[in-house]
């Protein structure tokens, strides 16, 4: 497996780009019109938007739409895959104010600028809480362009969009509850990980780009993808939380070793723990501790893999890329639609090199 983007990925990634482009510059246009301080929010959204990222969401959207049928030229399943972009960028904004993130893709976060720009220029009241009250509100602003640009749409496909966004928020809940109460069961942080990521970078997309498409037989087409996006989006957020453990920050855009100090209830944790002996579930106890060393993370890291849970978990995400693949073999007709989705079922869960 590889770890570089296949072709299917970048050349929908690259017309994202120009939609996103152009759907930002409308709005950099018309609000510094109505006050000059209107310029920093709009740039901020398209500094994390356009400041990186795989684009797989669009891409899932675009080949399931190809695959039932779409043309591949429509400019509307491009727009429509650019809104689940501005949607994930919402997700962000929120997410590093909850997560206390300082860093982002090697920049500071939003909250973060803000905040040091309100201490540096005096203003009156918290620096943090001005910082974090702007960035929610910025995440806010791109939730609402998100909706903009997904546009008109069928009532099946606005339901599949009304999902995802629900489900994102449950997800985001269950995952700060879980840091809190140092969750460790593996029933809970698997729900948390299919809900807070799997299912909105694979499953749903999955479903917007194939309804998108018209197809003639709804609830079997539902299904159908469900049974390519469950296992992968869950096999895709397994990778993420092994590289938020193990990985290179360049390749992650989050410092290695946030997600034990903050105690993250993943499915790599979870097994971890079960398989861990006493005086490794004593090392195992630190996790959630915000003063985490670099030496006391690389004890941890010692431990899921000498218990044997990364290893269990290296095994777990193989089997559910297998499970997605055969689902894709299954039910695609040969062709470029079904090489470009097992494409990205082998790049989602690549290992990183």
């Known amino acids: 497996m590889s770890s570089v983007p296949p072709p299917q990925l970048t050349s929908v990634a690259q017309k994202v780009e120009q939609c996103l482009d152009a759907a930002i510059r409308t709005h950099e246009v018309r609000w510094p019109i109505l006050d000059k301080d209107l310029t920093l ?38 727009e429509v895959g650019s809104a689940i972009e501005l949607l994930h960028g919402f997700a962000l904004f929120h997410d590093d104010i909850m997560d206390g993130a300082d860093s982002r893709r090697g920049v500071p976060t939003t909250h973060v600028t803000l905040a040091q720009r309100h201490e540096t220029e005096r203003w009156a009241g918290e ?10 509100l910025i995440g806010d602003l791109a939730f609402v362009m998100a909706d903009e640009l997904f546009g008109e749409v069928s009532k099946d496909v606005r339901h599949v969009w009304n999902e995802l ?27 948390i990980c299919r809900y807070k990521s799997g299912k909105y970078t694979v499953e749903r997309p ?24 469950l296992p992968l989006g869950d096999a895709f957020q397994m990778r993420d939380d092994v590289l938020g453990v193990f990985g290179d920050s360049t ?19 979870a097994h971890a723990f079960e398989m861990a ?3 490794q579930k004593e090392i195992l106890s630190t996790v959630g501790h915000e003063e985490l060393s670099a030496e006391d993370v690389a004890r941890i890291q010692t431990v899921i893999v ?19 693949v055969d689902a894709i073999t299954a039910s695609i007709p040969t062709g470029e639609a079904r090489d470009a989705l097992i494409a990205l079922a082998m790049y989602v869960t690549a290992r990183a090199t």
Not at 306 to 324: K, V, Y
Request: charged residues 30%.
């Open 277 to 279: 002996n006493a005086a």
């Open 127 to 136: 620096s943090r809480r001005f910082g974090e009250g702007a960035a929610i």
């Open 206 to 229: 999955l479903h917007i780009g194939a309804l998108m498409a018209h197809p003639n037989d709804v609830p079997e087409t539902v299904m159908m993808l469900s049974r390519i996006g």
């Open 41 to 78: 929010p709009v740039q901020e959204i398209r500094r994390l938007t356009l400041s990186g990222g795989k684009r797989l969401r669009p891409a899932f959207a675009y080949w399931a739409f190809v695959a039932l049928g779409g043309d591949p030229a429509d400019e509307r399943i491009i």
């Open 251 to 269: 390749i992650t855009g989050k410092p290695v070793g946030n997600d034990l100090r903050e105690g993250k209830p993943t499915p790599l944790l």
């Open 165 to 191: 966004r629900l489900e994102l928020n449950i997800g985001q809940y269950l995952d700060m509850l879980g840091s809190a109460r140092h969750e460790r069961r593996r029933e809970v942080a698997d729900r």
């Open 306 to 324: 000498e218990c044997g849970a990364l290893a269990d978990m290296e095994t777990l995400i193989d089997d559910l890329r297998r499970q997605s």
